[in-house]
């Protein structure tokens, strides 16, 4: 076993990994080992502190206004029906209303309101693609090198390509995360891959477990540290091997699309699912997308993620939730059947908070030691109402964040209520001070 791995130039030197034939797999935060992640000792000679990390989880076509409430605070904080899968840790989160992103208003419906979320940068329409780079590739950009992946960029549903009626490329809409103004984040959609890339799994050794693979020494580490380290370990590795699981399922399903799409006249990217190899119960697909984030903040493999669980204008359909419209056509109808949509994506929120919650850091979680946002990219789908977006935070980024609030900026006038004011205290917390950023060059108060 070694305690390093090269990357990037760097040399982890303080950080705990398992080495199989193609496997690299990086561990938990471990008390009785007195190592983690790329940080050095303090110069006081005492560890430094936990790594902090941001995840963005996006659910398009905005919110049933009726029921996405908040009032009060802390455990006496009430929440409305769509927020009601956030109870057991509401005092966890905060409830964010009235913030907009000056761009994408008044430019013209769905792309135009969503390429642009994660960087306030004004979209140019037509042929030529041209925005800015998102708040999550800044960061990666700046400290990505800290960790093996700088940054993990998921989603659920396929790009689309072409364009809207507005004249905007359709890439907006498939698109949170952009690396240059001018492409977004390759974005990757199948479990099976996401799930090799976090433990750099490869080739024909996929058919073996990783765990098989990093056995003998997962065996020898467990001797050496103390029995509540211990059963951590067997714990992770048990939650690794469940994660494993369910992406082999899925990996045959995506090697049966890729050998029909073979020669034939429709790529993969257009077919939908499950003949394209994506699940077909989009609940399966978005729980394991959460759970491979989860992983990937536990051991440190990356501390940025984006999860676009639907894309702008989502053709998705919920028959599990008795709404006999897509996602797109229900956000127009705003009735019930859409709060329960969107009461369904909060629960997958709700989920990747209490998988971060229940994982232990030092005299924390690592949930502390994150910021997990949820937002869409409208207010009203219905009105196509960019106003005001739908936001949520949840986790106190390393004690930096106060939670169990809601704030309400919507009467604080335009200069005060911008995202990226937002994304400006946000970066600060995350160690990348900027001067300016979109069209913000002051902090949010009160955040």
Same mark, same amino acid.
């Given at each position: 076993?070694?305690?390093?791995?090269?990357?990037?130039?760097?040399?982890?030197?303080?950080?705990?990994?398992?080495?199989?034939?193609?496997?690299?797999?990086?561990?938990?935060?471990?008390?009785?080992?007195?190592?983690?992640?790329?940080?050095?000792?303090?110069?006081?000679?005492?560890?430094?502190?936990?790594?902090?990390?941001?995840?963005?989880?996006?659910?398009?076509?905005?919110?049933?206004?009726?029921?996405?409430?908040?009032?009060?605070?802390?455990?006496?904080?009430?929440?409305?029906? !769509?927020?009601?899968?956030?109870?057991?840790?509401?005092?966890?989160?905060?409830?964010?209303?009235?913030?907009?992103?000056?761009?994408?208003?008044?430019?013209?419906?769905?792309?135009?309101?969503?390429?642009?979320?994660?960087?306030?940068?004004?979209?140019?329409?037509?042929?030529?693609?041209?925005?800015?780079?998102?708040? *999550?590739?800044?960061?990666?950009?700046?400290?990505?090198?800290?960790?093996?992946?700088?940054?993990?960029?998921?989603?659920?549903?396929?790009?689309?390509?072409?364009?809207?009626?507005?004249?905007?490329?359709?890439?907006?809409?498939?698109?949170?995360?952009?690396?240059?103004?001018?492409?977004?984040?390759p974005m990757e959609v199948y479990p099976s891959l996401a799930f090799d890339s976090l433990f750099d799994n490869r080739g024909a050794q996929r058919n073996q477990s990783v765990l098989d693979r990093v056995k003998d020494q997962a065996d020898t580490l467990g001797r050496q540290v103390s029995a509540a380290d211990k059963a951590k370990i067997d714990e992770y590795l048990t939650s690794v091997r469940e994660v494993e699981k369910r992406a082999e399922n899925m990996r045959a399903a995506k090697a049966k699309a890729d050998a029909k799409g073979q020669g034939a006249d429709i790529p993969v990217i257009a077919m939908k699912r499950p003949e394209n190899g994506l699940p077909e119960d989009i609940?399966?697909?978005?729980?394991?997308?959460?759970?491979?984030?989860?992983?990937?903040?536990?051991?440190?493999?990356?501390?940025?993620?984006?999860?676009?669980?639907?894309?702008?204008?989502?053709?998705?359909?919920?028959?599990?939730?008795?709404?006999?419209?897509?996602?797109?056509?229900?956000?127009?109808?705003?009735?019930?059947?859409?709060?329960?949509?969107?009461?369904?994506?909060?629960?997958?929120?709700?989920?990747?908070?209490?998988?971060?919650?229940?994982?232990?850091?030092?005299?924390?979680?690592?949930?502390?030691?994150?910021?997990?946002?949820?937002? !869409?990219?409208?207010?009203?789908?219905?009105?196509?109402?960019?106003?005001?977006?739908?936001?949520?935070?949840?986790?106190?980024?390393?004690?930096?964040?106060?939670?169990?609030?809601?704030?309400?900026?919507?009467?604080?006038?335009?200069?005060?209520?911008?995202?990226?004011?937002?994304?400006? !205290?946000?970066?600060?917390?995350?160690?990348?001070?900027?001067?300016?950023?979109?069209?913000? *060059?002051?902090?949010?108060?009160?955040?």
């Amino acid at each position: 076993m070694s305690n390093s791995l090269p990357c990037n130039g760097h040399q982890f030197t303080r950080r705990r990994f398992l080495h199989g034939a193609g496997v690299v797999m990086a561990l938990p935060w471990l008390e009785s080992l007195p190592v983690w992640g790329a940080e050095p000792m303090t110069k006081q000679g005492t560890p430094a502190a936990s790594p902090k990390r941001l995840a963005v989880m996006f659910m398009a076509n905005g919110i049933n206004q009726k029921y996405w409430t908040a009032s009060g605070a802390g455990a006496e904080m009430q929440l409305g029906e !769509s927020l009601a899968p956030l109870e057991p840790v509401k005092t966890k989160i905060n409830y964010v209303k009235g913030l907009f992103n000056q761009a994408a208003v008044g430019v013209g419906i769905h792309p135009g309101m969503t390429g642009n979320l994660l960087s306030g940068a004004p979209l140019t329409k037509g042929a030529e693609l041209h925005g800015g780079v998102s708040m *999550d590739q800044v960061l990666a950009a700046r400290i990505g090198d800290q960790t093996v992946q700088p940054s993990m960029v998921l989603g659920c549903e396929q790009p689309v390509t072409g364009y809207h009626e507005t004249n905007f490329s359709m890439a907006y809409s498939s698109h949170i995360s952009w690396q240059t103004p001018t492409s977004p984040v390759p974005m990757e959609v199948y479990p099976s891959l996401a799930f090799d890339s976090l433990f750099d799994n490869r080739g024909a050794q996929r058919n073996q477990s990783v765990l098989d693979r990093v056995k003998d020494q997962a065996d020898t580490l467990g001797r050496q540290v103390s029995a509540a380290d211990k059963a951590k370990i067997d714990e992770y590795l048990t939650s690794v091997r469940e994660v494993e699981k369910r992406a082999e399922n899925m990996r045959a399903a995506k090697a049966k699309a890729d050998a029909k799409g073979q020669g034939a006249d429709i790529p993969v990217i257009a077919m939908k699912r499950p003949e394209n190899g994506l699940p077909e119960d989009i609940r399966e697909h978005m729980r394991l997308m959460c759970d491979i984030v989860a992983l990937g903040f536990q051991t440190d493999k990356t501390r940025l993620a984006t999860l676009l669980l639907c894309r702008d204008i989502s053709g998705l359909v919920y028959p599990f939730l008795d709404a006999k419209l897509a996602h797109h056509l229900a956000s127009h109808e705003d009735d019930d059947a859409f709060m329960r949509i969107n009461k369904y994506y909060v629960s997958q929120y709700a989920y990747l908070i209490q998988k971060l919650a229940a994982m232990k850091e030092g005299e924390g979680t690592v949930l502390d030691n994150s910021c997990i946002v949820f937002m !869409s990219n409208m207010w009203s789908g219905k009105n196509h109402d960019s106003g005001k977006v739908p936001l949520l935070t949840a986790g106190s980024l390393g004690g930096t964040l106060e939670t169990g609030r809601v704030l309400d900026y919507l009467d604080a006038g335009n200069e005060n209520r911008k995202l990226c004011s937002l994304y400006l !205290s946000l970066m600060d917390r995350m160690g990348v001070k900027l001067d300016k950023f979109g069209d913000a *060059d002051a902090r949010l108060a009160g955040i």
